[in-house]
């Protein structure tokens, strides 16, 4: 295994070519069939980026740096190229990938971060559950083409230093696809979370270059049941895996009964939320509530992103507490009487899949939503979670949920019953199978390709 501190000044020289190894990559595909307006375009996005570009190639901020050298060196790594940042909210991709790390190398790729500095830089670090968070940091002003270039030179010097030889390429975003179509892995993942389309403020070229993906693409996951129906017809391997739950940890909230300090000073009854407060919210509703029973405290907990914080309703019993970690919720939840989504129903919502259904019954909450197809199926039809779309209907639904007894009507059961049938365990483990599936199909081809062409080529069983 190569020297780690060498490996950390190999990189310099490394991404110092790989400008003009990129521009030499685009000069052969242009001769084996690529545009020429395209290949001119990407060749000028080169040329674009600052004479200084690649000096600081990369920084990382973990003391032990010298584990960016595999410990999994028989294993294909997961590079996943992410919209979300890793501390922003716990979500899907942080559970699963979090699972991951714990059986091969897990690189997670965030958009970049532009700012002043004249050169361009990966700032990487480690989380505490083993993922390797690759932030690239790019200077102001380049156009789109170009910081697709640049992020294409930042990651191929990481692929140099960490060694990142045989790996699974796990999309969350298709804009990845733009800077990342050199790459050759052993799998190309799509977990399809969002229908990030119909998100405002969405880029121009998402659609385009979701159709790019799905034609490289090995398997495509869906977060949930009407986004696999969307999906389903262009694909020939498109798998549903709907939010799923870490029940141990939310069911923590049926026994605690110390109030967080944010919380303890607000009266009951409390209904709560929590999530990313954003265009999805229905914030007429959540005024509406808060209007129709001032004796009714609402709780909404996490980040206002993508709305003007002005426009949230500011009744005196609607409270905003921020952002918790995932650890710190199940503390919040145990403090109310009713968990709600009160999800407006728009283009944004008509394919999301909330993760806090499962979450918020785990936790033994009644709650109250909207009609969100992925909420109603199975859960409303189930029981197990009431739906009201009105102010009216709300506040009825919420006055039912407070005056059951849930032992007494059987919900808490089939709500226990029902979570035994999903963890986030049994859908990484399902999920490796396909991937796993995938690999064993092409293994054979690879070894008698190498065998009757003579590449020196390493084939690794995962």
Same mark, same amino acid.
């Given at each position: ?32 069939? $690529?545009? %020429?307006?395209?290949? /001119?375009?990407?060749?000028?996005? +080169? ?12 920084? =990382?901020?973990?003391?032990?740096? /010298? ?24 979500? %899907? ?17 965030? @958009? ?29 002003? +380049?156009? @789109?083409?170009?910081? #697709? ?43 399809? $979370?969002? *229908? ?47 939010? =799923? ?26 209904? !709560? ?28 907990? &996490? ?18 507490? &921020?952002?918790?970690?995932?650890? *710190? ?5 145990? &403090? ?40 109603? %199926?199975?859960?409303?039809? =189930? &029981? ?25 009507? !059987? ?12 963890? #986030?365990?049994?859908? #990484? ?6 991937? *796993? ?26």
């Amino acid at each position: 295994m190569k020297d780690t501190k060498n490996s950390y000044r190999e990189v310099e020289q490394s991404t110092e070519t790989a400008c003009s190894s990129a521009g030499n990559k685009l000069l052969d595909d242009i001769g084996n069939g $690529m545009s %020429r307006q395209m290949g /001119e375009a990407k060749l000028l996005a +080169l040329a674009e980026l600052p004479s200084r570009y690649s000096t600081t190639p990369l920084r =990382s901020h973990n003391k032990d740096s /010298e584990t960016l050298i595999a410990d999994f060196s028989d294993t294909p790594d997961l590079v996943c190229l992410s919209h979300l940042r890793w501390n922003f909210v716990y979500q %899907r991709p942080q559970h699963l990938l979090s699972r991951c790390a714990q059986e091969r190398r897990v690189f997670l790729i965030e @958009e970049p971060i532009f700012g002043p500095n004249p050169s361009g830089r990966l700032e990487v670090s480690r989380g505490e559950c083993g993922v390797w968070v690759v932030v690239p940091h790019l200077p102001e002003g +380049l156009s @789109e083409s170009a910081a #697709w270039a640049a992020q294409q030179v930042l990651i191929d010097g990481l692929f140099a230093q960490a060694q990142i030889r045989q790996y699974i390429l796990w999309y969350y975003t298709p804009m990845a696809i733009a800077f990342t179509r050199h790459l050759d892995p052993v799998v190309v993942v799509y977990d399809c $979370m969002d *229908e990030l389309s119909l998100f405002e403020g969405a880029p121009r070229a998402l659609k385009e270059l979701e159709a790019e993906l799905f034609s490289c693409a090995d398997l495509v996951f869906t977060g949930g049941q009407s986004l696999y129906e969307s999906k389903v017809n262009q694909h020939s391997n498109v798998y549903a895996f709907p939010s =799923s739950v870490d029940v141990a940890h939310f069911a923590q909230a049926r026994n605690l009964t110390l109030d967080p300090a944010d919380q303890i000073n607000i009266p009951h009854p409390r209904l !709560g939320f929590f999530g990313v407060i954003d265009e999805r919210m229905d914030l007429e509703l959540l005024s509406g509530i808060a209007e129709a029973r001032p004796d009714w405290q609402l709780v909404m907990i &996490g980040p206002v992103v993508k709305i003007d914080p002005a426009v949230l309703p500011r009744q005196q019993n609607i409270h905003y507490l &921020g952002s918790k970690t995932y650890k *710190e919720l199940p503390a919040y939840i145990a &403090g109310w009487e009713v968990a709600l989504l009160p999800f407006a129903r728009n283009d944004s919502t008509r394919f999301i899949s909330p993760t806090k259904t499962p979450e918020y019954l785990a936790a033994g909450k009644p709650v109250v939503s909207t009609s969100i197809r992925d909420v109603v %199926r199975p859960y409303g039809q =189930s &029981g197990l979670v009431r739906i009201a779309n009105t102010v009216s209907e709300f506040v009825a639904a919420v006055d039912a949920a407070m005056n059951e007894n849930p032992d007494e009507s !059987g919900w808490l059961c089939q709500v226990d019953a029902f979570l035994t049938q999903t963890s #986030w365990d049994r859908t #990484w483990a399902r999920m490796m199978q396909l991937v *796993e599936s995938v690999i064993g199909v092409r293994q054979p081809f690879l070894i008698q390709f190498s065998q009757e062409h003579g590449d020196d080529l390493t084939v690794t069983a995962p």
